[in-house]
């Protein structure tokens, strides 16, 4: 499935159930996108609140099975990513705005 997603030039992830002891299983797949939930929150239950030692915990996982490329590209994502949640914050806020 990842090898045809990658021949049609489509974004790709992987996800269901994953865990810290799955990262190094799943990086040679070289999806797009890795799908945690449970994994990141208190008790590993999914509508609990983030554990900020397992969001760490992942990240460095990840951090450190990529290439150096991928590395730098990581590094320029993450730096990006509060204005990512910063405008999608504003779009919900839109959303509930626009829709009542």
């Given amino acids: 499935m990842l090898k ?10 992987l996800a269901g159930s ?4 799955d990262i ?6 070289n999806a797009d996108y890795l799908g945690f939930r ?16 397992a969001v ?16 730098s590209a990581f590094s320029y994502l993450s730096s990006k990513m509060a204005w990512f949640s910063l405008a999608l914050s504003l779009i919900a806020e839109d959303y509930k705005y626009f829709s009542a």
């Fill in 4 to 13: 045809q997603a990658k021949a049609l030039k489509l974004l790709c992830g």
């Fill in 18 to 21: 994953l865990r810290l002891e």
């Fill in 24 to 29: 190094p299983k799943l990086m040679p797949y």
């Fill in 38 to 53: 449970g994994a990141l929150c208190q008790g590993h239950d999914r509508v609990g609140q983030l554990n900020k030692q």
């Fill in 56 to 71: 760490i915990q992942i990240r460095r996982a990840i951090k450190n099975l990529m290439s150096y490329s991928c590395q």
